[in-house]
C-alpha cells in the first residue's frame, strides 16, 4: 500500500490552475507530519524539487516556480497541498508529494501526472 496519498492532478491548458492535495494514508496515518514537499519528475530527468512547508508554516520554494505556486497543509486534516498558478507547457511532469514525520522518516506517494497544454 502506497504510504501517501496524491490528487488533483489532469490536463490543463497553459495559463490554467490545478491544485494538488497529498495526504499519508494506511499505516502511517498516524504519524505527526513535521514537514510536506512537492516535487517533480519529468522521463529521463532527475526528480526536481518544487516547494516544502514545515509543521510552523514556514516555506521555501524552487526559483523555477516562485511566485506561480503556493505550498500549505491543514496540520489537523493532515492534508497538504500545491496551488499551481499560471501552469506552463514546461510543467507537465509526474508530481509527488514526500511527507517527512521526523529525522529520516521521508514518505513518498505514487506520483500524479500534470499535463499543460499549448
Known amino acids: 500500500q502506497v504510504p501517501v496519498v496524491e490528487s488533483g492532478g489532469g490536463l490543463v491548458q497553459a495559463g490554467g490552475s490545478l491544485r494538488l492535495s497529498c495526504t499519508p494514508s494506511g499505516k502511517i496515518f498516524g504519524i505527526v507530519v513535521m514537514a510536506w514537499s512537492w516535487y517533480r519528475q519529468v522521463p529521463g530527468h532527475q526528480r526536481e524539487f518544487l516547494a516544502s512547508?514545515?509543521?510552523?508554516?514556514?516555506?521555501s520554494y524552487a526559483d523555477s516556480v516562485k511566485g506561480r505556486f503556493t505550498i500549505s497543509r491543514d496540520n489537523a486534516k493532515k492534508l497538504g497541498f500545491l496551488q499551481m498558478d499560471s501552469l506552463k507547457p514546461d510543467d507537465t511532469a509526474v508530481y509527488y508529494c514526500?511527507?517527512?514525520?521526523?529525522?529520516?522518516?521521508?514518505?513518498w506517494g505514487q506520483g500524479t501526472q500534470v499535463t499543460v497544454s499549448s
Open positions: 514526500r511527507i517527512n514525520a521526523g529525522a529520516a522518516a521521508n514518505y
Open positions: 512547508i514545515r509543521r510552523d508554516g514556514s516555506s
